[in-house]
């Protein structure tokens, strides 16, 4: 699925399951929110603190699909078009870091 796609299908999901957009406010707190339930996995799965039994069982690509569906459901009432945002934003990372990261020695 591309972007653009992913943008329409949401928005249609939105308007015909969810009624409506929930205001961008409510939209950031849950995205917060969503990003805060990755974390926890991040971790306790991958990092040093202890994973309980009951997290376990979560599915870390269910919880950043969460993060992805929120992100686009801002970006749909905020009228961006993320794969031109991505476009853009990876052409600026480009431009400033091509040398960058090749000359950091911590990355070596």
């Not at 299908?9 to 957009?21: A, C, M, P, Q, S």
């Not at 009432?77 to 020695?105: M, S």
């Amino acid at each position: 699925m591309e972007i653009k796609e992913a943008q329409r299908i949401i928005d249609e999901w939105i308007k015909t399951l969810g009624v409506r957009y929930f205001n961008e406010l409510t939209n950031t707190a849950m995205l917060m929110e969503e990003v805060g339930e990755v974390a926890r996995i991040m971790a306790r799965r991958y990092g040093e603190q202890s994973e309980k039994p009951e997290d376990k069982a979560k599915d870390l690509g269910d919880e950043i699909a969460d993060v992805l569906f929120v992100l686009i459901c801002l970006a749909n009432q905020t009228g961006i078009d993320l794969e031109e945002a991505l476009k853009k934003n990876l052409k600026k990372k480009t431009l400033r870091d091509k040398d960058r990261h090749k000359n950091n020695p911590k990355l070596q």
